[in-house]
């Protein structure tokens, strides 16, 4: 096979050197609206009748293999084979605190990424093959992602600026994207205080979120100062995910649904809707909440999204 993409072994145990010792700059990740592989070029008509060409973003599938079972087949842009891999793997809870990863090797022909292990795994009882499809509510098995979340303790430390969130939007919605050029795909970022780490979409939100959670992983990136910020709903999906990453705050510029509420209240996670310019609503949480920004009625920042596009999308 192939090793096109090969994220360096890493251990899952306490101890993996942190990038924390090295000052982190913006963006150490961020989309690449020109990049020939993620958007195609079609052809159609607008509202009058007239010829146009316009940006469309690809889908393609991939094949996720344990050692040497196959897991799922999941569809997806195509960007980080390796992180969106080992996200998966580690936010459905098969890949274990003490696992050691000897090696990821994506095929891009084939369109298989594999995942190497110390230690041998074997989920034939657990596992049907399943086709993880682009829809929002498809992306995940619910009940592998339950198994740890009442186990988790987010830091009770951690705090949200105001003034932090409001340069992040900034920030995000002005950053070169996807989501500008073509439209029809989610976006997930990892933030540190008022700088935007890690930007990571895709065409499902779920994928983005494995994404961000393989690099934190491969890269030995600590949670307990992070703020998540994502494009979409802040759904019982998105609370669980960022609980079980450990990370304290979840910010979104959409709105909540009432499980997804009562999940990061059980949880103490930090919950953040409809954040938009200087507006937002925090339904848990708040005591993590520093207001150190002046509030104005005016949005300040610019919308992220092309005219007309839908926020929760």
Not at 52 to 70: F, G, I, M, S
Request: hydrophobic share 35%.
């Amino acid at each position: 096979m192939a090793d096109t993409s090969v994220a360096p072994p890493r251990s899952l145990r306490k101890g993996t050197a942190k990038l924390e010792a090295v000052e982190l700059a913006e963006f150490l990740l961020r989309p690449d609206p020109q990049d020939p592989r993620l958007t195609s070029r079609v052809e159609g008509v607008d509202e009058q009748g007239r010829p146009v060409e316009t940006a469309v973003v690809t889908e393609r599938p991939l094949t996720l293999y344990l050692n040497r079972q196959e897991i799922v087949t999941m569809m997806t842009i195509g960007d980080y084979p390796d992180y969106l891999a080992v996200g998966y793997l580690l936010n459905q809870n098969m890949l274990r605190p003490d696992d050691e990863i000897e090696g990821v090797d994506y095929d891009e022909e084939l369109d298989v990424v594999v995942v190497r292990t110390r230690r041998e795994t074997n989920y034939e009882e657990k596992l049907k093959k399943k086709i993880r499809t682009s829809g929002c509510a498809q992306g995940t098995v619910f009940g592998d992602l339950m198994e740890r979340f009442d186990e988790v303790a987010l830091s009770q430390g951690a705090r949200l600026h105001t003034s932090w969130l409001y340069a992040l939007t900034r920030k995000i919605n002005t950053a070169p994207s996807l989501y500008l050029e073509a439209g029809a795909i989610h976006g997930c970022v990892l933030c540190q205080g008022e700088r935007p780490l890690l930007y990571m979409e895709d065409v499902g939100r779920h994928n983005a979120v494995d994404k961000i959670a393989g690099y934190m992983l491969l890269h030995g990136l600590t949670p307990d100062d992070k703020i998540f910020y994502t494009t979409g709903r802040l759904t019982s999906e998105m609370v669980i995910k960022t609980v079980q990453m450990g990370i304290p705050i979840l910010v979104s510029r959409s709105g909540f649904t009432a499980w997804g509420v009562d999940l990061a209240r059980q949880a103490g996670l930090t919950l953040i809707g409809r954040a938009k310019g200087r507006r937002f609503i925090a339904l848990s949480g708040a005591e993590r909440i520093v207001y150190d920004a002046e509030h104005r009625d005016e949005e300040e920042a610019p919308r992220h999204g092309r005219k007309g596009a839908r926020d929760d999308a």
